[in-house]
């Protein structure tokens, strides 16, 4: 119930918020528990659930579907065939004095999609398979989703720890 | 044991090094990648770069605990509800 409450955190960035949805997330999954496939990934579903909830609750809330990223549809093949330029490099003397709440700060400054690919891997350690059920997209778009999101989020803690004054070793 | 191992291309290292790390390569796979990369003194180090990089995320995100309260009420509302 931890993982999913710190998921349901990291999403709606508030601690009331973040109750009721994994109290809805619970309920709805006790609700409809025939439609869980014995063998599956119970916390995979629940996840899922709980994604859903989030996103209905943003729809209503803004009146409007939730913005789809269409350069992500730009495959990972497509960009990958640069050699070693092709992805941001964030030497580890920079981000290893960075404490943890300068990275929950970055992560939770990336866009819902972006944020949720990172924490469904990074943090709570879905395989691709997993992560593509929870969030309805094909395998290929989570390598691409993942590989953009860690992009956005190595740049952003670079400009933070240029802000702040670590060195870059170069 | 080079002699087992296509020639080393930097690019394969791109396409690979975030399967590896994410576990998504089967074993075998994994050890042909990492025999490889020893070859190429960039693709090891930017290796160890992304590896760090993931293990720091995972470590340093904080992790927010469910209250016990939400515990409790999640279970009230079930067992006032056991038709639902």
């Known amino acids: 119930m931890d993982a999913l409450y710190n998921f349901a955190f990291h999403l709606t960035l508030d601690e009331d918020d973040a109750n009721d949805l994994v109290q809805e997330t619970f309920l709805k999954a ?31 809330k803004t009146k409007q579907p939730t913005k789809v990223d269409y350069d992500e549809v730009v495959s990972y093949h497509d960009t990958d065939d640069e050699g070693h330029v092709a992805y941001l490099d964030l030497r580890q003397e920079l981000f290893q004095g960075m404490l943890g709440d300068e990275v929950t700060r970055a992560l939770n400054q990336l866009p819902v999609d972006f944020k949720t690919i990172i924490l469904l891997c990074d943090v709570e350690d879905f395989s691709y398979e997993e992560i593509a059920k929870i969030i309805d997209i094909p395998i290929g778009t989570v390598r691409s989703r993942l590989h953009r999101a860690r992009n956005i989020l190595k740049e952003k803690l670079r400009e933070y720890a240029q802000k702040e004054g670590y060195k870059e070793k170069r | 044991m080079d002699q087992q191992l296509p020639k080393h291309d930097c690019r394969n290292f791109v396409r690979k090094v975030f399967l590896v790390l994410d576990g998504e390569l089967p074993e075998t796979e994994r050890n042909l990648f990492i025999m490889d990369i020893q070859r190429c003194k960039g ?42």
């Open chain 1, 30 to 60: 006790y609700r409809f528990i025939e439609s869980y496939q014995q063998g599956t990934n119970a916390k995979a579903w629940l996840f899922k659930i709980l994604k859903n909830g989030f996103i209905n609750e943003y729809r209503r």
């Open chain 2, 43 to 84: 693709c090891l180090e930017h290796f160890h770069i992304e590896k760090t990089f993931k293990d720091f995320i995972a470590a340093k995100v904080e992790r927010k605990e469910c209250s016990e309260k939400l515990k409790q009420d999640i279970l009230s509302q079930v067992q006032a509800h056991p038709e639902a």
